[in-house]
């Protein structure tokens, strides 16, 4: 299983972008899929969730400015960021809990991160 993301770039305070993130492989199907972010220094953290349902739990941080959502059909999930702040500046990276064909248990997935910055 692979997670590939894409969006990331440098945006002004005050900007939008949207990140994607595609699974592919032996995927049988994927209950919860969210997006994290590791700024310099600091732990990684949650930034958003979306269950297979539309079930989403969001940060406090970037409640109301940003956005989860999911194509089941095409396994993606994408996050609409507007506002942005430079202290959203990190490195984000998708997640995953696939249930996959070959194993048919439920193992966590991460892509290789897209990084945001948010500087004028």
């Known amino acids: 299983v692979q997670l590939q993301a894409s969006g990331g770039g440098l945006v002004q305070p005050g900007g939008s972008l949207r990140l994607s993130c595609a699974a592919s492989g032996s995927i049988f199907s994927i209950n919860v899929m969210g997006w994290y972010r590791q700024a310099p220094g600091k732990q990684r953290e949650l930034v958003a969730t979306?269950?297979?349902?539309?079930?989403?739990i969001t940060a406090n941080s970037v409640k109301g400015r940003f956005t989860i959502s999911r194509d089941n059909a095409k396994n993606t999930v994408f996050l609409q960021m507007n506002s942005l702040k430079p202290e959203d500046t990190a490195v984000y990276y998708c997640?995953?809990?696939?249930?996959?064909?070959?194993?048919?248990?439920?193992?966590?997935?991460w892509g290789q991160g897209t990084l945001v910055t948010v500087s004028s």
């Open positions: 979306i269950t297979s349902g539309g079930s989403t």
């Open positions: 997640n995953a809990e696939v249930l996959t064909s070959a194993t048919m248990a439920y193992n966590d997935y």
